[in-house]
Nanobody, 111 residues
Framework: QVRLVESGGGLVQPGGSLRLSCAAS????????VEWYRQVPGKQREWVAA???????SYADSVRRRFAISRDNAENTVYLQMSSLKPEDTAVYYC?????WGQGTQVTVSS
């Protein structure tokens, strides 16, 4: 059974950095696309970034040049490195692959 577990969320100040992790079991991230989404209560889920099995990446306009998605195939983990964080980045962040979703990790950007 596929299971995805996000971690690394927390409270950071504007301009700070944070790295989120998505660890997978029961599936091989190296041969599948993995995506990050985020959601604020009362708003629709927003696509953030994706990484292809070949390593190609894509980003939402709102996070381009600030966020970076990467993978460690040996650890079967995908990361989201977030820099120059803004209050509007506050949300629950989810990873997804092969129609499976993790439980989410909370990111709060505030002074």
């Amino acid at each position: 059974q596929v299971r995805l577990v996000e971690s690394g969320g927390g409270l950071v100040q504007p301009g700070g950095s944070l790295r989120l992790s998505c660890a997978a079991s029961g599936t091989d991230f190296s041969v599948n696309e993995v995506e990050w989404y985020r959601q604020v209560p009362g708003k629709q889920r927003e696509w953030v970034a994706a990484i292809h099995s070949l390593g190609y990446t894509s980003y939402a306009d709102s996070v381009r040049r600030r966020f970076a998605i990467s993978r460690d195939n040996a650890e079967n983990t995908v990361y989201l490195q977030m820099s120059s964080l803004k209050p509007e980045d506050t949300a629950v962040y989810y990873c997804t692959s092969k129609n499976e979703w993790g439980q989410g990790t909370q990111v709060t950007v505030s002074s």
